[in-house]
Structure formats: structure tokens, C-alpha cells
């Protein structure tokens, strides 16, 4: 048998040398780690932060103020730095950031300002951190119980354990198993609200909300990159057929569920078979595409106008607020699809009892599909876009209530009237606050209100994504 050569692989060219001047942002010099990133990205990286003004040098030395790594944990950095100041020679005390902050900062074109979130976390068992590295206490070391309790950004440095977890509380729910799928999201809850990126298990320490079989799956991802079981189950038929179906506007797990079972697998067999549909449904598999399409917040503040001046033609002095998401969108608009229902409330019959109802609250309201005209945007072709817009009627008195019920993550309202019923004694709902204790309804002109009466600090709308 003859033997074929090893073909040689091709080396990715390394940066040029850094620049001779201090770019436009002198106190600034940056380093990029290869590892896990690759010559080649490294290289692409280096070039398109050198055409934004910023230096970067292709050697660490005591001049370098931010190290930048991607896929590494704070661990690695720290030894890959205390290696680098050893073969130099030199000290110097850089940040060692995740990937993040650079591409924020390449988006902003300067550098923004360094979160927590942006840095990497590095723990030491035993022993003295290296020069120019500071040992951390461990993440979890103060975390609230509550969610409701925590401030949690939409944006995080956890979103790899934070994703494998979700999906399978995803997973738990289409197969009917809710006490999974609240294990698993409380456990994503957490990390989402630490403040900086896990590098470690024992980082988190004994933290209530993560059980072990959320430990085992933050294990597996932070050694391997990845989870068999979450990778398993992206790949499954079943899950990817639910997954699909209930973001049909109108489908819930069970009517998912029957489909699956009746041998629905795509959209099109669904038109082609002739399922019988709601009107809702109809709707909902009319429009998929633009439905599940992100909506930018200044499109959601359009909306806003636009309903604002239909509710003062109708009812002059009234309030409109945009909660929830905020993911709607612009100007002028017909409705697709409207469904309305009567508020059915009424405060002398009391509150629900905690985990009474399934739905949430009793105002008048209207789940509708506006057809919204676009340029330049998904549906341009056509001159329009369905956008998805609720629209809740809720009396003066009660309307703080309301907006609380309707700003935040589900897990976020959930952990909020667990607190209230298990810590206060206390009933919430999107109507009102009731204190069982003195048989007593609790007034609240605003949300903050109504955190003073639970005994808790005010978290913003923004930090409410647990």
C-alpha cells in the first residue's frame, strides 16, 4: 500500500503588527486570547477593531488594559495570563473580559463601559491568585430565594447554561411534567441573575433552585460545551413538532399534543390534511412567519401612538402604557383578527385563591392581529407586516395592578405571588392585593406601591426577565 503524504494545514495568517500610534482610545489596549477562538477569527477580530480606532496588540505586555476571550473560563484566562506575564516579564493588571463586551463595543464603535456581566469570573480552590488576578467569592453567595427578589437583565453571561436549561423545562412542559419544567426554570432563573459568568460548579455553592439534576446539566456544559440530553432532545421529532406548533397564535400544548398524536408533523400538513381550526388558529397559521418575527422596540412605541389616539377619540383621558414584552410594531393599521372579552371582575367577590385560575385576571380584552404598514422591513415586498397586539381594559384603581401582572417574565409574576402568599400571607393578582391575616384589601396607586406593601425592594420592568 502506498502512502500518501499529510497534507499540511494551511496556517491563518497572524494580526499585523499593532499599530504605532495609540488609536483614537489611548487608555485602551487590547489582547485576544486564540484559544478556543482560532487563528483565523482572531485575525478577522484584530482587523475590525483596528478599522474602529482601537489598538490591539498581538503579545500581551504590561501595556495591555483589556484581555478578551471567547469560550474560555475565567480559570483559563487567568493561568493563560499569569503563563503570558512569566514569559515576558511583565506585570500589569488587564480586565479579562468575555467576548461580549467586545462586540458590544465593537457595535457602539468605542469602548463601552465594563458590567459584571463582562467579566469573567475566577474562582481558586486553595493557593494565591497570580499576579494582576483577584480572587472572587463564589457567585451564588448572596442570591434571594424569590426571583422576585433578584434583579435579572434580558442580557447575561450565562445564556449557553441558561438555553440547555430552558429547553429542557421546554421539553418537561410539552410532555405534561409542569414540576420538571418549574425545576428547570427556576434553576435558569438563577444563573440568569448571577452576577457574572459561571466558570465553575462549585462557584454556585448551596443554592436553592437548582436541584441535581440541573447541576449535572450546568456540569455537562461547562466541561464539554454541551449537553447529551439537551442536544438529544433538540433532535427529537416530537419536540421540534411541538415546538413548532405552539408558536401558531391560538395553539396551546394540549391541542399541540393531539396534532402530534393524530401524525401532524409540518404547517403544511396542517393545511393540506384540513385540520379544523379556530378562527384564532386560522389566523395564526396565516400570518406564522411575521408573527414569531421580533419587533423593535420604536415600532412597539408607534403602536402605542396609534392606539393612543383611538382611545382619546373614545374615552379622552384615559392611559395607555406598553407592557409586557414590548415586541410589537409602526404607523398606520387594520385589524386582521380581533377576539374580546368582558371583564367579568367584581372586588366584592374577593381574590382568587392562589393557583385557582389558569388565566390571570378578568379585565375587558382583546387579542387581535394589526396589519401594520412597513418599509424596509420583513413583509416590505407587500407593503405590510402582521404584528400581534393585546390589548387590556383595566379600571383606574386597579390599573396598577394590572401593569404589574403584565410586565415581567411568567416566571418573574409566578415567583411574586408565591412570595406574596407563602412570606405575606398575602393574595395578588393583576386586580388587586389582599392581606388574609387582617382581611383587608391593600390600595396601591403605582408598582411601587405595591412592592412596599410586600416588603420588597422595587425591581424595574427592565430587570424582570427571571
Not at 487608555?27 to 483565523?40: D, F, P, Y
Not at 480559570?75 to 461580549?100: H, K, M, Y
Not at 387581535?368 to 407587500?382: C, T, Y
Request: aromatic share 8%.
Amino acid at each position: 500500500m502506498a502512502l500518501v503524504p499529510l497534507k499540511r494545514r494551511r496556517r491563518a495568517p497572524s494580526p499585523p503588527a499593532g499599530p504605532p500610534d495609540a488609536g483614537r482610545f489611548p487608555a485602551v489596549v487590547l489582547c485576544l486570547v486564540e484559544k478556543r477562538m482560532g487563528a483565523s477569527r482572531r485575525a478577522f477580530l484584530t482587523q475590525l477593531a483596528r478599522a474602529k480606532g482601537f489598538r490591539v496588540d498581538r503579545a500581551y505586555s504590561a501595556a495591555v488594559t483589556h484581555v478578551v476571550s471567547e469560550q474560555n473560563s475565567g480559570n483559563e484566562v487567568a493561568r493563560w495570563l499569569e503563563q503570558q506575564q512569566e514569559e515576558c516579564g511583565a506585570g500589569g493588571d488587564p480586565a479579562l473580559l468575555d467576548i461580549s463586551w467586545f462586540t458590544e463595543s465593537m457595535g457602539a464603535g468605542r469602548p463601552v463601559e465594563i458590567e459584571s456581566r463582562h467579566r469573567l469570573r475566577v474562582s481558586w480552590a486553595g493557593g494565591e491568585p497570580g499576579n494582576g488576578v483577584t480572587a472572587l467569592a463564589p457567585l451564588g453567595q448572596q442570591m434571594a430565594p424569590y426571583a422576585c427578589q433578584r434583579r435579572t437583565p434580558l442580557l447575561h453571561s450565562n445564556q449557553p447554561l441558561t438555553e440547555a436549561l430552558e429547553t429542557l423545562a421546554e421539553e418537561a412542559g410539552f410532555s405534561g411534567s409542569e414540576g420538571r419544567s418549574l425545576a428547570f426554570t427556576r434553576a435558569a432563573s438563577v444563573l440568569k441573575a448571577l452576577p457574572g459568568q459561571l466558570s465553575a460548579l462549585e462557584e454556585l455553592g448551596p443554592l436553592p433552585g437548582i436541584g441535581e439534576h440541573s447541576r449535572r446539566v450546568i456540569q455537562d456544559v461547562l466541561e464539554d460545551g454541551v449537553s447529551v440530553e439537551v442536544e438529544r432532545v433538540k433532535l427529537s421529532e416530537r419536540y421540534r413538532t411541538m415546538k413548532l406548533f405552539t408558536k401558531i397564535f391560538g395553539v396551546g400544548v394540549r391541542t399541540a399534543s393531539r396534532w402530534y398524536q393524530e401524525g401532524i408533523r409540518t404547517l403544511v400538513d396542517l393545511q393540506e390534511r384540513n385540520t379544523k381550526l379556530t378562527r384564532q388558529q386560522q389566523a395564526g397559521l396565516q400570518h406564522y412567519e411575521d408573527l414569531n418575527t421580533p419587533v423593535e422596540r420604536g415600532e412597539a412605541e408607534s403602536i402605542g401612538r396609534m392606539v393612543q389616539e383611538a382611545v382619546q377619540r373614545f374615552l379622552p383621558g384615559a392611559s395607555v402604557t406598553l407592557a409586557g414584552a414590548v415586541c410589537l410594531s409602526p404607523h398606520q393599521g387594520l385589524i386582521l383578527y380581533q377576539h374580546s372579552q368582558e371583564n367579568s371582575f367584581a372586588l366584592h367577590e374577593g381574590p382568587e385563591p392562589p393557583g385557582g385560575r389558569d388565566v390571570l385576571d378578568r379585565f375587558e380584552r382583546c387579542f387581535s392581529i394589526f396589519r401594520l404598514e412597513v418599509q424596509g422591513r420583513p413583509g416590505a415586498a407587500r407593503g405590510w407586516k402582521a404584528v400581534r397586539v393585546d390589548l387590556v381594559v383595566a379600571p383606574v384603581g386597579q390599573f396598577p395592578f394590572a401593569l404589574l401582572g403584565w410586565t415581567g417574565s411568567r416566571h418573574f409574576e409566578r415567583e411574586l405571588r408565591r412570595f406574596a402568599g407563602h412570606e405575606r400571607k398575602m393574595v395578588l393578582n393583576s386586580h388587586t392585593l389582599y392581606d388574609t391575616r387582617l382581611n383587608l384589601f391593600l390600595p396601591a396607586a403605582s408598582e411601587e406601591e405595591i412592592f412596599q406593601h410586600l416588603g420588597l425592594e422595587y425591581v424595574p420592568p427592565t430587570q424582570r426577565n427571571a
